[in-house]
């Protein structure tokens, strides 16, 4: 049986949910960002129980085939961002698109009117975030990061940190509270 399981984005979540899963007396044969694959199947008890416990750890069981499809693009441009060698020069639509096996257009459409934001949208913020991790972490120059990014040049990074965040990268990285947010709150 499959489960699909929002704010799952990153391996300590998946790490997470398989003990959950186990301590319920659940066999996971796979745990993936957003989906786990169980032996068997679960009565609607079981099902209950156990979003009731994966919300106490900040998941949720998604049940809807809309959710299933915000969860899955979601999950593939954060693990585009933050988890993948990908060249993030790539296509976004065309990305999504060989991701969730779906028509852009309808996906683009279905998230807009679901999240009140673009698909776009929601990946710059996700790039911004990563851009903070790495200004945080200080091992790489702003044209190292924008390079790794995808960003076509420093200015262009520079301008779009800036507009999103109101901070340029070098007077984020002199503040003292470092303002980064959670993933799953993006």
Do not use: W
């Not at 301590?23 to 209950?48: F, M, T, Y």
């Not at 991790?133 to 790489?140: A, G, K, N, Q, S």
């Amino acid at each position: 049986m499959k489960l699909y399981i929002k704010n799952m984005v990153c391996s300590r979540c998946k790490m997470v949910v398989k003990a959950q899963l186990e301590s319920k007396g659940l066999r996971p044969l796979s745990v993936n960002l957003g989906e786990v694959e169980i032996e068997g199947d679960l009565s609607k008890d079981q099902l209950s129980q156990l979003d009731t416990s994966l919300k106490s750890l900040g998941f949720e069981l998604i049940d809807n085939k809309k959710s299933q499809t915000i969860e899955k693009i979601k999950t593939a441009i954060v693990t585009l961002v933050h988890h993948s060698d990908h060249n993030l020069k790539t296509n976004l639509s065309e990305f999504i698109t060989s991701q969730i096996h779906q028509d852009y257009n309808y996906l683009s459409n279905l998230f807009s009117e679901v999240e009140g934001t673009t698909i776009e949208k929601y990946f710059i913020a996700q790039r911004i975030e990563r851009v903070k991790e790495l200004i945080v972490y200080d091992e790489l120059s702003l044209s190292e990061i924008a390079d790794q990014l995808g960003y076509s040049s420093v200015a262009y990074l520079s301008n779009q940190f800036k507009k999103i965040t109101g901070f340029t990268p070098s007077h984020f990285k002199s503040l003292k509270e470092h303002k980064r947010k959670n993933i799953e709150e993006l």
